[in-house]
Each structure stands twice: as structure tokens, then as C-alpha cells.
């Protein structure tokens, strides 16, 4: 009989313990569950961080080996055609004295012959000056083209830096919805910083493109009969800065002003050079 009840009582006990048991099991799994869905959220996260430094690398690469060499470049046609133009104007003024016999002479008077006619035939050098105006009207005319061409990939380059933009836009939305109310690290918040940076970027290289295209119509406004002549009573001195209207400056002086204030270092810049070289220093 005792130990009948004793088997009772140990079979009783089990029972009332094997809840604890299971309440037991159940919490480890929850902590578990828990600890694995933070581990893949840490692992979103940082997939999401590297696709953050993944655009702004692509963006970053752009502006400097696609977007500001194509402005140096554009820099450099628009030197040369400042000197291709200050050439014309001075062949066509030769030109324009070997027209009149007297003046011929007056130059052989006052030694010039020995200047200008060394090779002892007047129209020689006559013919010369000719050839020389020809070959800079052509040079002018493929500098031009080369103008455009480079504002032409300036322009799409430009688009590719805009789809960037939304690209990263798009991706932080996303981040802010997923990992809203979450804890991040350091890491993430510096990558998320990188769409303030591009749009900042973006805002001044868009300035600076609208600025240069505006100096480009003017260069390619002045394209005209008058180029190879003295500019008609119109100011060719571009030093003066603002003091001459760009409406009365002749072909000369319109592409010297406009090289003047080309450089993304002048006064007129929308180009900010310490946040567009921070920006740079981000790359690497």
C-alpha cells in the first residue's frame, strides 16, 4: 500500500513540473528566434550599406574621370579658339594692307619689309598670310564642332549623375522603411549621409553646366563675317571684365571674356572646390 502511494506521488510531481519544463523551452526558443532575426537584419543592413557606397563609387567616378575632364577639355578648345581668333583678326589686317600698294610701301619705308617681306616677294608672303587665314578658319571650325561635341557628352554625362541620384534616392526610401525604429550603427548612418553629399554635388555641377552652356551659346553666337575682321568699333579688350556688356564685345573679345571666366576656380563659379574635393576624398 505505501508503495503504491509513493508511485502515486512521484507520478503526480512529474506532471506538475513538466509545464516549468515546457514555459522553459519555449522562452529559449523565443530568445532564439529573436537573436537570428537581428543577425539577418544586420546582414540587410549591411548589404544595404555596401549598395550605398556601391552608387556613391559609381556617381564619384563620373564626376572626376567623365564630368570634370570633359571641362578641362572644353577649357582647352575654348584657349584655342581665343588664339585661333586673335590670329584671323591680325591675317586679315595683313591682308588688308597688302591691298593697298601705298601702304606696302610706307611699311617698306619704315623697315617692315624686313619683318614681314624677308623672302623678297611681296606676294609671296601676300599668298603666305592667305594659307595661314584658310588653315586657322578651318581650325576654328573644328574647335567649334569639338566644342559641341564635348557639351553634347557633357550633357549625357550629366543625365547619367541624375539617374545615379534617384538610384540612391530610391534606395535610401527603402532603407528608412525597413529598418525604421532599428538600431544602427556608425556605419550605416556615414553611408546614408552619402545621398546629402550627391544631391549637393549634383546642385553645383548642374549650376556650373547651365553657366558654361551659356558661354558656349555666346562663343558659337559670334561665329559670324565679322570674325575675320576688326571687330567694328566694338570692344576686343575682355581684361575689363565687367565693365563691357557681353552684347558689345566682338567675336575677340566675347571668347576672351569667356575663357577668363571659364575656370571652375574664377569668381563666377557655381562650383564650391572644397566640397566638390571632399566629395573626391570620399572615393578613396
Known sequence: MRLAFEQYMMKSSNIVQQPKVDAVSQAEKEAREEELRKEKLQQQMKQAEK?????????????????????????????????????????????????????KKEWACHGYNNAFMSRGNGNVLEEDVELALSHDLIQHERMMDGLRGLFAN?????????????????????????????????????????????????????????????????ILETVEDELIQVDGGRSTDASKGDDVEWEDLGPQGAVDRCFIVWSRQSKHSCIEEAALTTMLDMLN
Open 51 to 103: 549598395r550605398y557606397w556601391h552608387i556613391f563609387q559609381n556617381f564619384g567616378r563620373m564626376v572626376q574621370e567623365e564630368w570634370l575632364d570633359i571641362d578641362d577639355q572644353a577649357y582647352q578648345v575654348v584657349e584655342a579658339i581665343a588664339g585661333i581668333r586673335s590670329r584671323l583678326s591680325m591675317q586679315a589686317k595683313l591682308l588688308d594692307r597688302f591691298k593697298d600698294v601705298v601702304q
Open 154 to 218: 557633357l550633357s549625357e554625362y550629366h543625365e547619367a549623375l541624375l539617374r545615379h541620384l534617384d538610384e540612391i534616392s530610391k534606395h535610401h526610401l527603402e532603407c528608412m522603411e525597413e529598418f525604421e525604429g532599428c538600431d544602427v550603427s556608425q556605419a550605416f548612418l556615414r553611408a546614408t549621409s552619402l545621398v546629402a553629399v550627391m544631391h549637393d554635388t549634383i546642385a553645383m555641377l548642374s549650376l556650373e553646366l547651365y553657366r558654361k552652356q551659356r558661354l558656349v551659346h555666346v
